[in-house]
């Protein structure tokens, strides 16, 4: 397995490390409910280096990725970034990503660790001339602080203006006297940063904000905390509820394919879908019955299979057992009475307006 530079650390924190998309990660450190719960009311800190990062540089770097991305973005000013599906031409999704657009003609694509390879193949045998196209994931440790004190936290170790950092923005400068690349997003629907940097200088920044937020509750939080805020924000986890089998219109992200732009691999699939229609939708769910869905449990009405199940887990906000999955459109509405066949056994769940936690 592959290890990020801040792998001795989560150790020395008595972490529980499981393999995950090729990497050894820390799933929780003093539990999920606690880690959950901390970036929910105060902060918490993830390791994120297992994600993978590509760099397009040169004249033809935009007209590169708006080939391969449903969303547009031309639209991106430098310091802005963008969240996309990548599509095969049969609509499927290659992978949900970031863009950062660096310069005018330089732009970082942010992938999932386990699609890292993968998508780096994809990006070159469909990139366009005039344009360099490198895999610089070892080259950056990636933490994610997250929750409504992080603004507090980070500020006490950066000149960058955070009150002017806005959403889906970035800005170059230095955390702790080490240069970053600074954004404000996140993956678990609090107030929270991303913090882009060397690898040799991961584990001095993750003890800095550690001794920082000390006194804000701080915690190291894992994988396991992780999964349990984005769904409850109904962010999509590549491998579960979005991959190739899947494509944008059916998992709700409609919102991402730009249309208006003539050419991006997919385009005439997914517009297909869009005017003729599909028959599946991803909604999102809670259990009347006490239980817990797990990807992959088939989702019932009346005794008739509608779905599957793509993600589910106990709402450590809600104190309820919440899930995602796709089932028949006609079966898709707000209110539906479901049922999820938890080891043969159905138990009574209902479909629910999204997301979990506003």
């Not at 990006?123 to 366009?128: P, Q, R």
């Not at 190739?244 to 997914?270: C, M, Q, Y």
Request: glycine share 10%; net charge negative; charged share 30%.
């Amino acid at each position: 397995m592959k290890k990020t530079p801040l792998n001795q650390v989560h150790r020395e924190l008595g972490a529980k490390l499981i393999e995950f998309g090729g990497w050894e990660m820390p799933v929780q450190y003093t539990g999920i409910l606690q880690e959950h719960q901390a970036v929910r009311e105060k902060c918490g800190l993830f390791d994120v280096s297992h994600m993978g990062e590509i760099h397009f540089a040169g004249p033809g770097a935009l007209a590169t990725i708006q080939h391969l991305i449903t969303n547009d973005a031309a639209r991106l000013k430098v310091g802005q970034i963008l969240y996309t599906p990548m599509c095969y031409p049969d609509g499927g999704i290659v992978d949900d990503l970031l863009v950062y657009r660096l310069g005018e003609e330089e732009f970082l694509m942010v992938v999932n660790a386990a699609n890292t390879d993968k998508d780096f193949e994809w990006v070159k045998d469909n990139s366009f001339e005039d344009v360099k196209i490198t895999n610089q994931s070892a080259d950056y440790a990636q933490l994610a602080l997250q929750g409504p004190e992080a603004k507090n936290i980070l500020q006490q170790l950066t000149e960058i203006k955070l009150d002017d950092l806005k959403y889906y923005w970035f800005e170059r400068g230095e955390v702790a006297g080490t240069e970053v690349i600074l954004s404000r997003t996140g993956y678990t629907g609090e107030l929270g940063y991303e913090i882009y940097l060397k690898t040799e200088d991961a584990v001095r920044v993750w003890n800095r904000l550690m001794e920082t937020g000390k006194e804000y509750g701080l915690l190291p939080a894992g994988l396991g905390a992780r999964d349990t805020l984005r769904l409850e924000k109904k962010f999509c986890l590549y491998g579960n509820d979005i991959d190739e089998n899947r494509h944008p219109l059916e998992a709700g992200l409609g919102w991402t394919v730009k249309f208006s732009k003539k050419d991006f691999i997919g385009r005439e699939t997914l517009l297909k879908y869009k005017e003729e229609g599909y028959d599946e939708k991803l909604v999102g769910f809670k259990l009347i019955e006490r239980g817990i869905a797990r990807h992959g449990y088939k989702i019932k009405a009346n005794g008739e299979d509608i779905g599957i199940v793509t993600s589910g887990s106990f709402s450590p906000t809600l104190r309820e057992s919440i899930g995602l999955g796709y089932v028949k459109r006609e079966k898709a509405g707000i209110g539906q009475e479901i049922e999820i066949v938890i080891r043969k056994r159905p138990v009574a769940a209902e479909i629910v307006e999204t997301p979990f936690v506003k």
